[in-house]
């Protein structure tokens, strides 16, 4: 049977054949229609975004700026405020109280600097909560000026999931609906009201958390903090320095119990110099209304006290905000904490969702949430699997003198099994400290004896937030004593400490 039309003369074999062939794929791919365009538009035609941020904190807003860089269309839906608790709440606004008390303090010492101030030295409260509003707003603000910046369109309302693609946005009884190939979910959490017996009431009844405290309308007289945490030595420290007669109260054997003992104690130590009451191992047992104030039975062993305050506040207590999402319906698993994760790329149970920050009930800290988002939408955007690295988190306390930590704990590292050095520098002998008048503190760090390397960094003293980053990058680096000791510090500052430790778990401290 002999083929018939136009290819029936065309050879079946060689050469000649093969270059023919090739000749008419060429023609047949030029004459396909160019879907370059369609590829590039493909996510915008079928859904509103590329990407959904769920929350505008320091995790959901810090995700949605990388996301537009990295060229994806991007909505962020907040609820209430742009930049979250920690903005709003409680990073930012508190720092603004706690420089106010700060202040204060340095001019009522001045004498020692040789500095005469004429008169009285007083906090002016509602200039002070002014002054911590415009920081607030202008923050907030400039979180609106990068979203314009990077064509991110902000929605407000509250989000719920129709599908694994689909939300429902909810303002003032209007629901608009948002279609998107990705989302992250960056709801943060909120405090709670844990369960004291006879405790009972809010603001209005002068039991405050958190975030009552940060807007506070008056300085009481008396307080009572339940919490050594952060929070409870923060707020502890500014109500303090304010006037007010504080007590904190921790379960736990020391202040700050997430961080190496070594810091609580010696915190504990300096709050109580400052005039703080500090109860560690203790609770409180019950509360009682007296009048207007509270009365509060605190047990330490089999030692009772009962202290009789004007304000009551939680400083425990938070909860990832998940409530009235639909998140389990759409198959986001959740755990007691919040959201589960699939793995480190911050990628849950549903592939095209992910979750950062405290929602998910690991590291809740500002700048994790940060890290975390970054790491969520390179993956969801670039469809790499990158994966979050918690192995050097910095953790802060802004009390003063401030505290700060990286890595693990002594103790930590020795139920790891690490045969550990040890190396402590006080900041008493330095120069800088003593042209400063911050003497306070030391610094601590922990190390395989073995090896050398770098396993934590722990700091107490001025300005120690901002010395921590030293020790950050050393655990990221997998840094050794060696090393360490070889990097050339500038002097006079107060980072000389941190040199000194190093070369003291090597035991030779120049100045020890």
């Excluded at 204060?104 to 509003?133: C, N, P, Y």
């Excluded at 190939?181 to 960056?186: M, S, T």
């Excluded at 009431?201 to 009572?224: C, H, I, L, Y």
């Excluded at 389990?328 to 990628?347: A, F, N, P, Y």
Aim: glycine content about 10%.
């Amino acid at each position: 049977m002999t083929q018939e039309g136009p290819q029936s003369n065309m050879p079946t074999n060689g050469p000649s054949a093969v270059a023919s062939s090739i000749d008419a794929l060429i023609r047949d791919i030029a004459s396909m229609p160019v879907l370059q365009e369609q590829e590039q538009l493909m996510a915008n035609e079928n859904f509103d975004a590329d990407l959904v941020v769920i929350g505008a904190g320091p995790g959901g807003y810090v995700a949605a700026i990388r996301a537009a860089q990295l060229g994806a269309k991007v909505v962020v839906v907040e609820k209430e405020f742009l930049g979250g608790t920690c903005l709003n709440w409680g990073c930012i606004p508190s720092k603004a109280l706690i420089a106010s008390v700060e202040r204060l303090q340095h001019v009522k010492h001045a004498d020692k600097l040789g500095v005469k101030v004429s008169g009285e030295a007083t906090i002016d409260f509602d200039a002070m909560m002014a002054r911590k509003d415009k920081i607030v707003q202008t923050q907030r603000g400039g979180v609106g000026m990068l979203f314009k910046k990077n064509g991110i369109k902000h929605v407000e309302g509250f989000a719920s999931f129709v599908d694994a693609h689909n939300i429902t946005v909810t303002k003032d009884g209007k629901k608009e609906n948002i279609s998107a190939k990705n989302f992250v979910l960056a709801m943060g959490s909120s405090v709670i009201h844990i369960p004291v017996p006879g405790l009972e009431g809010g603001r209005e009844q002068n039991v405050w958390t958190s975030d009552d405290a940060v807007n506070a309308p008056f300085v009481p007289k008396r307080m009572a903090i339940l919490g050594g945490g952060a929070v409870g030595c923060e707020f502890g420290y500014v109500f303090n320095g304010l006037g007010s007669d504080v007590t904190v109260i921790e379960m736990m054997p020391q202040l700050l119990p997430m961080m190496d003992s070594e810091l609580g104690v010696e915190l504990g130590k300096l709050l109580s110099r400052q005039g703080l009451k500090v109860r560690t191992g203790a609770t409180i047992e019950k509360c009682e209304r007296s009048g207007e104030a509270w009365k509060v039975t605190v047990k330490k062993g089999t030692d009772v006290e009962v202290i009789e305050v004007d304000v009551v506040l939680l400083g425990v207590g938070r909860k990832a905000n998940t409530e009235n999402m639909n998140l389990e319906k759409i198959g986001i698993q959740l755990h007691r904490r919040g959201v589960s994760l699939l793995d480190d790329t911050m990628k849950t149970h549903v592939p095209n969702i992910y979750a950062i920050g405290d929602v998910t009930g690991r590291i809740q800290l500002a700048h994790v949430a940060s890290a975390e988002g970054i790491v969520a939408v390179t993956n969801a955007v670039t469809g790499s699997e990158k994966k979050m690295d918690y192995k050097a988190v910095p953790n802060c306390v802004y009390t003063s003198p401030e505290v700060s930590s990286v890595g693990l704990t002594q103790s930590e590292a020795e139920a790891k099994g690490y045969d550990v050095a040890i190396g402590k520098f006080n900041f008493r002998p330095l120069g800088k400290a003593m042209a400063t008048t911050e003497q306070d503190g030391f610094v601590k760090v922990v190390c395989d004896k073995k090896y050398g390397e770098v396993l934590g960094v722990h700091m107490i003293g001025a300005h120690v937030t901002d010395m921590i980053h030293e020790g950050v990058v050393a655990l990221k680096l997998e840094a050794t004593l060696e090393y360490m000791v070889d990097c050339i510090h500038a002097h006079p500052t107060m980072s000389e400490a941190v040199l000194e430790a190093f070369e003291d778990a090597q035991g030779h401290a120049i100045h020890k």
